[in-house]
């Protein structure tokens, strides 16, 4: 009977409903997300959340259209690597490769979502499960390192503090991702205005899709500005 109840507790714990914050943790946790993107020197280091949400939508995405995921990794610099194997051309590569640059935007907006529902220890619960699940597919040591921080800073809030603090970082996660999944954009497209980056994501999807890269630029700037717009009504309540 005991056994019985924790498991209902639990069940309750995780997929019931938690109270909305005040209207001012909501813009506190905003302009603290924002103040992680903006100046440059704290954006090198935050900028690692990012790339883990970018690398994760290519793996996500690659085994989701039958490819096989060989590995992930993350490099002390922001930058990473998603490798999978299966036809080089196709659908399936396009939405793999299409992937990257989308994620971060629109996991925030899948988050900010599940906190205008009121479910924030789900998507505490649920974003420690998605980390867990691509540790598996890590394949070198500083992003293993970077995963299993970032997990367990989840899963240590969702599981340790009261519901205010569960709040304020649930919400500060989504806001950054909203805010965060801009700039990648917008770098990637200066790099390229100075000759850099010949093999980003838009230049692949241009060779797979003879669509110019500027469209797919494109493509990511729609879709990063469009799901801040969106998650930020949601999460503001408007």
């Known amino acids: 009977m005991a056994s019985t109840q924790s498991a209902a507790d639990l069940w309750d714990r995780v997929f019931g409903t938690q109270p909305a914050p005040d209207e001012w943790l909501v813009i506190a946790t905003g302009l603290v997300a924002l103040a992680a993107v903006v100046p ?5 280091l935050s900028r690692n959340a990012v790339t883990i949400a970018h690398e994760g939508g290519h793996g996500l995405v690659a085994l989701l259209t039958g490819r096989r995921l060989d590995g992930i990794r993350l490099h002390s610099d922001t930058s990473g690597l998603t490798v999978s194997a299966g036809k080089p051309t196709g659908l399936g590569m396009i939405l793999t490769a299409a992937a990257g640059y989308t994620a971060p935007p629109l996991l925030g907006l899948g988050g900010a979502w599940l906190l205008a529902a009121h479910h924030i220890t789900l998507l505490l619960w649920l974003t420690t499960a998605l980390l ?37 970082f649930a919400y500060a996660a989504v806001w950054f991702l909203l805010l965060g999944g801009v700039r990648p954009a917008f770098e990637l497209q200066s790099k390229r205005r100075h000759g850099g980056a010949p093999d980003s994501d838009a230049d692949q999807l241009s060779r797979l899709t003879h669509v110019p890269p500027a469209m797919w630029l494109f493509l990511f700037h729609a879709v990063s500005l469009c799901s801040l717009i969106g998650g930020g009504r949601w999460l503001l309540g408007l």
């Open 132 to 168: 867990l699940a691509m540790l598996v597919m890590i394949r070198n040591a500083y992003g293993a390192l970077t995963v299993i921080v970032t997990g367990a800073a989840f899963l240590l809030v969702s599981w340790l503090t009261e519901p205010g603090v569960q709040a304020a």
């Open 40 to 44: 440059r020197p704290i954006w090198r």
